[in-house]
């Protein structure tokens, strides 16, 4: 089995930082994309930033210049590094990423269950 764990979210005033992580874990021969989606309420979930295992980056317009992904390939593990945060940067964060496991021939997507960010103003 293969199990994706956020941590880092929690309450932060309007113009501080937060630094989420996401580690998998299980049984995994190879990690492809990793990726941090963001869910506000009454509103539906989307990209935040993404990853992939070569580097490449994207992320959402709301948070360019703002957010850094990065990611430990040796430890699994994805980063979002938040700065300057916003109100409207309060949603749960979650991690997402394609993974191969091992003695396993597809890849699969697959969700954390979050963490919540909040930002006051």
């Known amino acids: 089995q293969v199990q994706l764990v956020e941590s880092g979210g929690g309450l932060v005033q309007a113009g501080g930082s937060l630094r989420l992580s996401c580690a998998a874990s299980?049984?995994?021969?190879?990690?492809?994309?990793m990726g941090w989606y963001r869910q506000a309420p009454g509103k539906q979930r989307d990209l935040v930033a993404g990853?992939?295992?070569?580097?490449?980056?994207n992320y959402a317009d709301s948070v360019k210049g703002r957010f850094t992904i990065s990611r430990d390939a040796a430890k699994n593990t994805v980063y979002l590094q938040m700065n300057s945060l916003k109100p409207e940067d309060t949603a749960v964060y979650y991690c997402?990423?394609?993974?191969?496991?091992?003695?396993?021939?597809?890849?699969?997507?697959?969700w954390g269950i979050g963490t919540l960010v909040t930002v006051s103003s």
């Open positions: 299980g049984s995994i021969f190879s990690i492809s994309r």
């Open positions: 997402n990423a394609d993974i191969t496991q091992r003695a396993s021939t597809y890849t699969r997507n697959y």
């Open positions: 990853i992939t295992s070569g580097g490449n980056t």
